[in-house]
């Protein structure tokens, strides 16, 4: 079974600064899909980014970014320039590329306070 | 045009009660879930269906019985509400074969059982 772990549980950054969330995985699968979710205190889950195994080139989506090391596992997330409004808690999560299989495996949470 | 709709929003009931939470989603998907978030945040997945057939029932207690009318609707059914049953429950979509098969989340059901 897949497992996905986050060891930071809370990290804050100023605001305007950059900031970095790490996620490491374990799987025996070679395809596979990974996503950060965001989940601001409204509840409501919010994809942040996403990125597929087999490519190598990191995903990058506005000020998001990611660092995915397939052979370390790792799926870190950076969050440039940050905002008031990018506080939340942010998930990692880890989907199967076997049909069948869609289930989201997610890690513990980070939760990101910024500083005014 | 919100794409994926769970109601109600907020449910609050007793503990030996037997309650309901429905899930629509308007986006044309063939696979639709439901995740348990717990106190501490975490979230896990507690079923899945594809086109109207089970297809993941992760070790949940059968207290829990899903049913799917049709592939754009998938509700959740508690019997005997348990303290520990106290949640937000998620409802999900996706479509097999689409890019990234991203999963779109409804906006949670928080159960609170007293």
């Known amino acids: 079974a897949q497992t996905v772990t986050q060891s930071q549980p809370e990290m804050s950054v100023q605001e305007a600064e950059t900031v970095t969330l790490s996620c490491t995985y374990d799987?025996?699968?070679?395809?596979?899909?990974l996503f950060w979710y965001k989940q601001p205190p409204s509840r409501q889950m919010i994809l942040v980014i996403r990125?597929?195994?087999?490519?190598?080139q990191n995903a990058t989506e506005n000020r998001f970014s990611v660092n995915f090391q397939k052979a370390a596992k790792s799926f870190s997330l950076k969050i440039s320039d940050s905002q008031l409004g990018d506080a939340a808690m942010y998930f990692c999560a880890y989907r199967s590329a076997v049909v069948g299989n869609e289930k989201l495996t997610f890690g513990t949470g980070t939760r990101l306070t910024i500083i005014p | 045009d919100t794409a994926v709709s769970q109601t109600p929003k907020y449910l609050v009931t007793q503990m030996g009660n037997d309650k309901s939470i429905k899930c629509e989603q308007n986006?044309?998907?063939?696979?639709m879930y439901w995740y348990k978030q717990d106190s501490k945040k975490f979230l896990k997945i507690m079923f899945s269906y594809n086109n109207k057939e089970l297809i993941i029932n992760e070790t949940v207690p059968n207290r829990f019985s899903p049913k799917s009318p049709d592939k754009a609707h998938l509700n959740l059914h508690i019997n005997s509400l348990e303290l520990g049953d106290s949640a937000v429950y998620f409802c999900?979509?996706?479509?097999?074969?689409?890019?990234?098969?991203?999963?779109?989340f409804g906006p949670g059901t928080r159960l609170t059982v007293l």
């Open positions: 986006l044309g998907h063939d696979t």
């Open positions: 990125q597929e195994a087999y490519k190598q």
């Open positions: 799987t025996s699968e070679s395809d596979y899909y």
């Open positions: 999900a979509s996706s479509s097999r074969g689409a890019d990234y098969n991203e999963q779109f």
